[in-house]
Structures are given as structure tokens and as C-alpha cells.
């Protein structure tokens, strides 16, 4: 069996995290690695400090997804990946390509950078050399109109525009309770509770009945 690397997108939006789980139930399988990968936002400034929070908090984050994997029992390599980059998924591009990734998984929302990717190249999948899984959830409320001085509009998710990634909508993930794993065990008797019979008392009881 090929070893498949499967990367997610950690993000702090709830779809991410619904995302990883479907991966958990539906895609991974035993032996693959899991990347596990936080692309923070490049500040202007170049403030260093602050820099090294975004980084700290990336962190935190991504082992708050971590934590998601080991209480759903899942056996599977995992690693974490936090650095810097930009919006629009350049970065997330280079990383994707850079660990040969079989499947991105990324949790599909309105400011997604899949959506930039989509509007600039013509096929997102010969863009990461890999495919890719976007899991969305169904709309409860229209979202707020964004501002055009301050952000791009992108498209809507139920736009014509032409995508080469799959979309799997959720209604609500339900994860059944997974029983924790039972160790297989050999039974072995305590030797204390083995009778040991002598040879010799059988005989000496068939002499007895035969002298009488």
C-alpha cells in the first residue's frame, strides 16, 4: 500500500475544524501521514514581535487540531507546519507542492483562498499537483455584504464560476463514538492452580482394592 500524504488546512473557522474530521472518518487510512498545515498572514510593519505571536498562535492552533486527531483514536503520522504567507495562497501553493501531498483538505468558507486561486488559474488541482477536497456546510443565514474599500468581493459559493475541486456539504457532521481499542491478551493459568496428581498414588490405590 502506497503511503498517501494528506494535508489540511488549519484555519480558526469552525468549517476547518469540521473539515479535519471528515478526514478522519472518511479519507485517512492506517499508515498515512497527516500535515497539518497553519499559513499565518505576513504583517506590514515587519514587527518581529508580533510576528512571533502570530507564529505562537498559529501554533497553538494547529495542536488544538492535533488534539481533535488523538481523541477520535485515529492511528496515523502527524505533523504540524505553521510559517508565514500571504492571503491569496501562494504560500499554502508552495508548501502543498513542497510535501507532495496526495489530497489537500481545506474547510471551505467566503474569505477561502481557494477562491483567489480559482480567479487566477485556470486549474487549481495542475496548480498544487494534487487533489482537493473542499468541505463546506450548508448556509443558515446569507453572509454580510462585504465593503469594496476594503475587500475584494469574492465569488459566492454557489457561483457558475468554473472550480476543479470537489465540494462535499455537510449538513452536520455527526462522528459516531468510537469505542477505545481492546488489546488482544493470552490467557495463561496461574501455575499455582495446577493439580499435580503422582503417578504412584493410582497404583497404590488399584493394590489396596485388589488385596481386599
Known amino acids: 500500500m502506497d503511503l498517501r500524504k494528506i494535508v489540511v488546512v488549519v484555519e480558526d473557522v469552525d468549517v476547518s475544524r469540521k473539515a479535519l474530521q471528515w478526514s478522519l472518518h472518511n479519507l485517512l487510512r492506517y499508515g498515512d501521514l497527516l500535515t497539518l498545515l497553519h499559513v499565518f498572514t505576513a504583517t506590514?510593519?515587519?514587527?518581529?514581535?508580533?510576528?512571533r505571536l502570530l507564529r505562537l498562535q498559529g501554533y497553538q492552533l494547529a495542536l488544538s487540531f492535533k488534539e481533535i486527531c488523538n481523541s477520535n483514536f485515529f492511528n496515523t503520522n502527524i505533523e504540524m507546519v505553521v510559517t508565514e504567507g500571504?492571503?491569496?495562497?501562494?504560500?499554502?501553493?508552495?508548501?502543498?507542492?513542497?510535501?507532495?501531498?496526495?489530497?489537500l483538505v481545506v474547510g471551505l468558507h467566503h474569505q477561502s483562498f481557494l477562491y483567489r486561486l480559482?480567479?487566477?488559474?485556470d486549474n487549481i488541482a495542475n496548480c498544487l499537483s494534487c487533489r482537493v477536497l473542499a468541505i463546506k456546510q450548508p448556509e443558515l443565514s446569507p453572509p454580510p455584504p462585504l465593503r469594496a474599500k476594503t475587500r475584494e468581493r469574492l465569488p459566492p459559493l454557489d457561483s457558475s464560476t468554473t472550480m476543479d475541486f470537489s465540494q462535499i456539504e455537510i449538513s452536520g457532521l455527526h462522528v459516531p463514538d468510537i469505542p477505545p481499542p481492546k488489546i488482544p491478551y493470552r490467557?495463561?493459568?496461574?501455575?499455582?492452580?495446577?493439580?499435580?496428581?503422582?503417578?504412584?498414588?493410582?497404583?497404590?490405590?488399584?493394590?489396596?482394592?485388589?488385596?481386599?
Open 86 to 103: 500571504d492571503q491569496e495562497g501562494r504560500k499554502i501553493v508552495a508548501m502543498v507542492r513542497e510535501i507532495g501531498a496526495s489530497v
Open 187 to 212: 490467557i495463561c493459568p496461574s501455575p499455582s492452580a495446577i493439580i499435580w496428581r503422582p503417578r504412584g498414588s493410582r497404583k497404590k490405590k488399584s493394590c489396596s482394592n485388589g488385596g481386599a
Open 44 to 51: 506590514k510593519s515587519r514587527n518581529k514581535k508580533k510576528a
Open 118 to 121: 480559482a480567479l487566477g488559474h
